[in-house]
């Protein structure tokens, strides 16, 4: 008996209950491995998170943050597995190629949606070391996921103005001053937050598919370890159906993406100045931020007139 007819009275089955069925089963099973992927490694990431805690020495926290970064590589490994589970995503993916694993990259990407952080996961994992991203302060308060950022250093930002703003940027600088032990990927959404329409308005921002770029973080870790990096790389995330939410990616609703990647030489005359306390310095590294962007709104336009194109030809 097929799935859309009734199994006791031959009535037929409506099909969008099926799929919604379908989808709620997935859900439950992704979120199943999700979880328990999330409670295995960052409770056994604990014992060496204690060991950096109580022996805050180099060697020490060198020998332990190998070990917790290729747990992690481990976690991202089998989050794809239940991804790729759950649907059969398209992924065309291009600029990836002759990176380096044991490199120091800056990573500045649009940002969408939650599942914008497993793309990345799934688009470098293995490809460059383990990306470090800046975290809401709140966060840290995230059972065991705010232990296990802590654990792997992850910078923890208010995000506000004034005086917080300055504790934001010294974070940051304490921060990338221990990324400088072990090769690292820190990655900065330069918009500060996820896209909507209802943001682009209120921005009344100059770009079509982008919120207006802030450069205080981006110039913080420049300060901190800027001469460290051999690249920016310049990340453009698209899906063609629309952004996916979370539970859209645990629903196995999530079809295509496409992902760009832009390996850029990070201009020496940004890699050390004051950006608070001098405007020159400061218009400098906005500009640069302001290419970028421009760059990046011109390639989501190219991609989604090529998407546009291919609907047609195939309608």
């Known amino acids: 008996m097929s799935p859309a007819t009734a199994s006791g009275e031959g009535r037929a089955f409506p099909p969008r209950l099926w799929r919604q069925s379908l989808q709620l089963f997935k859900a439950g099973i992704s979120s199943s491995l999700a979880a328990t992927n999330l409670i295995v490694i960052f409770t056994g990431m604990i014992p060496v998170a204690l060991l950096k805690l109580t022996l805050p020495f180099t060697g020490v926290r060198t020998f332990a943050d190998r070990i917790l970064n290729a ?11 239940w991804i790729a589970l759950a649907q059969r995503i398209r992924w065309d993916v291009r600029g990836v190629e002759g990176l380096q694993r044991k490199g120091w990259y800056l990573v500045g990407s649009n940002h969408q949606s939650w599942v914008d952080i497993f793309v990345l996961q799934k688009v470098f994992n293995r490809r460059v070391p383990f990306l470090k991203f800046f975290i809401k302060r709140e966060l ?15 910078p923890f930002v208010r995000r506000r103005g004034g005086s917080s703003r300055q504790a934001d940027l010294r974070t940051a600088r304490k ?8 090769p690292t990927s820190v990655i900065s959404f330069f918009e500060g937050t996820r896209f909507s329409q209802r943001k682009h308005r209120a921005q009344a921002s100059p770009y079509r598919h982008l919120l207006k770029p802030k450069a205080g973080g981006l110039a913080a870790t420049l300060a901190a370890m800027g001469d ?38 990070i ?25 970028l962007w421009e ?9 989604r007139l090529q998407l ?4 047609r030809a195939t309608a």
């Open 228 to 265: 460290r990096f051999h690249a920016l790389l310049d990340v453009t995330i698209v899906y063609p159906d629309g952004a996916p939410s979370f539970w859209d990616l645990l629903c196995g609703k999530v079809r295509e993406v496409v992902v760009r990647v832009r390996s850029l030489e």
């Open 267 to 291: 201009p020496g005359h940004l890699l050390e100045g004051d950006y608070e306390g001098d405007p020159e310095f400061r218009a400098r590294v906005q500009a640069w931020v302001r290419e």
């Open 175 to 182: 921060a990338c001053d221990r990324f400088q032990l072990v």
């Open 295 to 303: 760059a990046k709104d011109k390639t989501i336009e190219e991609i």
């Open 308 to 311: 546009d194109q291919r609907g």
């Open 140 to 154: 840290i308060y995230l059972p065991v996921l705010g232990w296990a950022w802590w654990a792997m250093d992850f």
């Open 71 to 81: 747990m992690v590589e481990g976690w991202i490994a089998v989050n794809g597995w």
